[in-house]
């Protein structure tokens, strides 16, 4: 499987926020994307899911345009920062609602995935109630309970303890393993280093390989 | 949205109540069931609606529970586009489909309140006034669920896009601004038969069921300017609806998810 990335632009407010991006993902790969805040980051990552429309350029996985052939892509896991779950739901009944859009995992596998991240899946607390770090947990949960093919996971460290950042980078590279597409954004420096196979840097929406 | 079937039977029940008590009640013109059910498009006892300022004052305050309604069914839609949504569409592969299906939820919600606040309405003319339901009366009841679940339904369209582009407590401004136009339209024109096309045109003019073409009311209702016809207006909010749903569609579809959401901000 390869993710294509040909020359996308994207330009919001008059601000080009990505600027003639082009990069070639495969599988069984951590990418870590780097930069300042607003750099681009996690608009590159709504652009490679197919969630936001590009300007110029196109996106493609396996001969598929994003936003011709499919609408977003076929097999992923996503975080994106500051998108959260329903406030008024437990974990486990996010999880439920979310695999039900899908429905090829059951229950078992929803509450593998809760436990893997270190939550309890009959924790009774809703969402809202949650701490900023078991929210982030859950949101990794959601991303992976479907052993998806393409995990793009914004900040997945944030938030959490540093038990909680160990935690992840395991299960992360576990995901590798498994074959799966992995593209992380981060602040955390080390968090790149440690989990990237590849390493880019994004500057005012340009992208440059370290 | 996911706890709510037991919300929306209540806020059903309550409004048939009101409604009931509010305008149906102290009516003494009231004289049969058909005409208790014309109190729902603003009819005054036996009186047809004009269009003069105290009776859109009134027609709006027997709107209220349905003003309500369209803000906490506009705001699922655009909460479930703007909060959830990231994690719900990244799942969907067709946004198209996410959306039919949401909207089908929502016009379900629309016609199930018409339905359950209409029967309570119509549970309380018959048990206390002890008005038997005519074939007038039944075709009448039928035709108020109808009309009004599409009429709502569209205001609840608007609502949510006019909330994805510009946050949910503007859009309310937005929605009754347009349903005020409308009103203010129609109180214009009404009463002047050689501007009855601006009637034809609004379809505010299709909810006052007083005015419709059905044996059994042209007889009953006084003070009428204009007369509609029935199968017409049933086919016109039919259409009127259709556009409304594919533009919300169009406009939906065509967003980028999150950078609208004006609650959160983010970009």
Redesign the interface.
């Known amino acids: 499987m390869k993710l294509i990335v040909n020359h996308i632009s994207k330009v919001l407010k008059n601000k080009k926020i990505l600027d003639d991006i082009s990069m070639e993902l495969e599988n069984g790969k951590v990418y870590g994307l780097c930069g300042e805040n607003g750099s681009g980051k996690t608009m590159l990552l709504r652009a490679l899911s197919g969630l936001i429309k590009v300007d110029n350029g196109h996106i493609a996985i396996d001969e598929m345009k994003l936003g011709k052939d499919i609408s977003v892509l076929p097999s992923l896991g996503l975080i994106i920062e500051n998108a959260g779950l329903y406030p008024g739901l437990t974990g486990y009944e996010n999880l439920r609602y979310l695999a039900g859009i899908k429905n090829i995992i059951g229950q078992d596998e929803i509450k593998n995935a809760i436990r893997s991240v270190g939550l309890n899946p009959d924790d009774r607390r809703t969402y809202m109630k949650y701490s900023l770090g078991m929210k982030q947990r859950l949101l990794i949960a959601q991303a992976i309970m479907e052993k998806p093919e393409v995990l793009l996971l914004d900040e997945p460290t944030n938030g959490l303890d540093n038990q909680g950042v160990e935690l992840i980078r395991k299960l992360i590279l576990r995901e590798r393993d498994r074959g799966a597409l992995i593209v992380i954004t981060s602040h955390n420096k080390e968090d790149i280093d440690l989990l990237a196979d590849e390493r880019f840097v994004i500057e005012e929406g340009k992208l440059k390989k370290l | ?3 709510s079937k037991r919300i929306l039977m209540m806020i059903s029940v309550i409004s048939g109540l009101y409604k009931y008590y509010g305008f149906i009640q102290q009516e003494h013109s009231i004289d049969s069931f058909t005409v208790s059910i014309l109190q729902l498009s603003g009819a005054r006892g036996i009186l047809g609606f004009i269009g003069t300022p105290n009776e859109i004052i009134r027609l709006l305050t027997l709107m209220l529970p349905e003003l309500c309604l369209i803000f906490l069914l506009g705001r699922s839609l655009y909460a479930s586009f703007c ?2 949504s ?10 198209k489909a996410w959306f039919l299906k949401e909207i089908s939820k929502i016009a379900l919600s629309t016609f199930f309140y018409f339905l359950i606040s209409t029967l309570t309405i119509c549970g309380m003319t018959v048990g206390i006034k002890h008005m038997v339901p005519d074939k007038t009366g039944i075709i009448v009841m039928l035709l108020h669920i109808f009309i009004y679940s599409l009429w709502f339904f569209s205001l609840v369209m608007i609502f949510a896009v006019a909330a994805i582009k510009r946050g949910s407590s503007e859009s309310m401004l937005y929605t009754l601004l347009y349903y005020g136009g409308l009103l203010v339209s129609f109180s214009f024109f009404a009463g002047k038969p050689e501007k009855n096309v601006f009637l034809e045109i609004n379809p505010i003019s299709r909810t006052f069921l007083n005015w419709y073409d059905i044996p059994g009311i042209m007889e009953k209702i006084v003070n009428r300017h204009y007369i509609v016809r029935m199968d017409y207006s049933c086919i016109y909010m039919v259409i009127y609806t259709a556009v409304v749903v594919i533009i919300c569609e169009t406009l939906i579809c ?1 967003n ?4 609208n959401d004006k609650e ?1 901000g ?2």
């Open positions: 949205m996911f706890k909060t959830g990231v994690y719900v569409l990244s799942r969907f592969y067709k946004r065509r980028d998810l999150i950078i959160v983010t970009m």
